[in-house]
C-alpha cells in the first residue's frame, strides 16, 4: 500500500481558491493513477477527479469541470488539487486516492487513501 498525507484545506470565502497536495510514501508513485475525492457532511464519499501516471491525461466530476485541476509531481511523489471558484457546495473532506483497479469514479476501485483534509467554504 502506498501511504499519502493531504495537506492544503482550510476556510475560503465562495469565490476563493485553495491548493490541495498529497504527498505520497512509495518510490513506484509515477506508476499510479492518483485519485482525489470528497464527502460532504451526511453524504457518501464522492469522485472528484483523477489523474493517469502520462500527466496528460485527466477526469473531472462535472460539477468542478473548468474550476478545479489535478496535476502531479512524479519527481516530489505529489498529487495537486488546484480548486478556483469555490462554492458553498464544496465544502467537505477531501481524500487522496491511489492506484485504482476497475471504474476509477467508484470508491471501491481505490486501493490507497488519505487521510482527509477539510474545505470549508463559506457564503
Known amino acids: 500500500q502506498v501511504q499519502l498525507v493531504e495537506s492544503g484545506g482550510g476556510l475560503v470565502q465562495a469565490g476563493g481558491s485553495l491548493k490541495l497536495s498529497c504527498a505520497a510514501s512509495?518510490?513506484?508513485?509515477?506508476?499510479?493513477?492518483m485519485g482525489w475525492f470528497r464527502q460532504a457532511p451526511g453524504k457518501e464519499r464522492e469522485f472528484v477527479a483523477a489523474i493517469n501516471t502520462n500527466n496528460i491525461s485527466t477526469f473531472y466530476t462535472n460539477s468542478v469541470k473548468g474550476r478545479f485541476t489535478i496535476s502531479r509531481d512524479n519527481a516530489k511523489n505529489t498529487v495537486y488539487l488546484q480548486m478556483n471558484s469555490l462554492k458553498p457546495e464544496d465544502t467537505g473532506v477531501y481524500y487522496c486516492a491511489a492506484d485504482p483497479e476497475g471504474t476509477f469514479t467508484e470508491e471501491g476501485a481505490w486501493k490507497s487513501w488519505g487521510q482527509g483534509t477539510q474545505v470549508t467554504v463559506s457564503s
Open positions: 512509495a518510490r513506484t508513485f509515477s506508476t499510479y493513477p
